[in-house]
């Protein structure tokens, strides 16, 4: 059975960090590019970041209001992606999920994804 687990959320003041870990079981997270995507209430699910798969080179991508202050990465030996986020804004706040995708080319659309964590709040207070 495949399960992606979300941890790491949290409440914390605009300027500052989290760190959000995926863990992976039932699949081996290296075959997959992963994504992070966000909710926040009442909008559409958002793509954040994501990392291609370990023969590719490990390529991340993101979307212009994170680059420069989130960073995914990915530990292929703990099956985990993580998401540095630095410089936290309260246009940050939503629930983030981690997301893993069986296809060859970076997808932020969250139909293109196979598998989904169940999600961690993140909530940026001004």
């Known amino acids: 059975q495949v399960q992606l687990v979300e941890s790491g959320g949290g409440l914390v003041q605009a300027g500052g960090s989290l760190r959000l870990s995926c863990a992976a079981s039932g699949l081996r997270l290296s075959s997959y590019t992963m994504g992070w995507f966000r909710q926040a209430p009442g909008k559409e699910r958002e793509f954040v970041a994501a990392i291609t798969r370990w023969w590719s080179s490990g390529n991340s991508y993101y979307i212009d209001s994170v680059k420069g202050r989130f960073i995914i990465s990915r530990d292929n030996a703990k099956n985990t992606v993580y998401l540095q986020m630095n410089s936290l804004k309260p246009e940050d706040t939503a629930v983030y999920y981690c997301?893993?995708?069986?296809?060859?080319?970076?997808?932020?659309?969250?139909?293109?994804?196979?598998?989904w964590g169940q999600g961690t709040q993140v909530t940026v207070s001004p």
């Open positions: 997301a893993a995708d069986l296809g060859d080319s970076i997808a932020t659309i969250p139909t293109s994804y196979d598998y």
